[in-house]
């Protein structure tokens, strides 16, 4: 499930208590239709893999989200894992590619586990 957070506190708030595992963060613009085409593939994602935390920012709405992450197109998808950044694309975003991250990360996460 992809969660869309309406302010900074909220998403720091998610940092905190869910930082250690793999993030999703897909951030989008009002303006950029691209956007609005790609989301419903994030989502799609994000339920195949609920482990993940899927986040939705809209730049307008979470400016401070935008730069803090260093966000200067969108759509753009971050993915994060302990807090680290350990994809990020912009613009041209391939689902698949993504999806292939994450299925490493949690196959590693998932060994050091159990």
Same mark, same amino acid.
């Given at each position: 499930?992809?969660?869309?957070?309406?302010?900074?506190?909220?998403?720091?708030?998610?940092? !905190? *208590?869910?930082? /250690? #595992?793999?993030?999703?963060?897909?951030? @989008?613009?009002?303006?950029?239709?691209?956007?609005? +085409?790609? =989301?419903?593939?994030?989502?799609?994602?994000?339920?195949?893999?609920?482990?993940?935390?899927?986040? !939705? *920012?809209?730049? /307008? #709405?979470?400016?401070?989200?935008?730069? @803090?992450?260093?966000?200067?197109?969108?759509?753009? +998808?971050? =993915?994060?894992?302990?807090?680290?950044?350990?994809?990020?694309?912009?613009?041209?975003?391939?689902?698949?590619?993504?999806?292939?991250?994450?299925?490493?990360?949690?196959?590693?996460?998932?060994?050091?586990?159990?």
């Amino acid at each position: 499930m992809m969660v869309q957070l309406q302010s900074w506190e909220e998403l720091e708030e998610q940092l !905190h *208590i869910r930082g /250690e #595992q793999l993030i999703l963060l897909y951030f @989008t613009s009002q303006t950029c239709p691209v956007c609005h +085409v790609l =989301l419903p593939k994030v989502q799609e994602l994000a339920l195949a893999y609920p482990e993940v935390l899927a986040v !939705h *920012i809209d730049i /307008e #709405q979470v400016p401070k989200a935008q730069g @803090t992450f260093m966000v200067f197109s969108a759509p753009t +998808v971050v =993915l994060l894992w302990d807090q680290k950044e350990i994809l990020r694309r912009s613009t041209f975003i391939q689902v698949a590619e993504v999806e292939q991250y994450i299925k490493k990360y949690l196959f590693f996460t998932k060994d050091t586990k159990e």
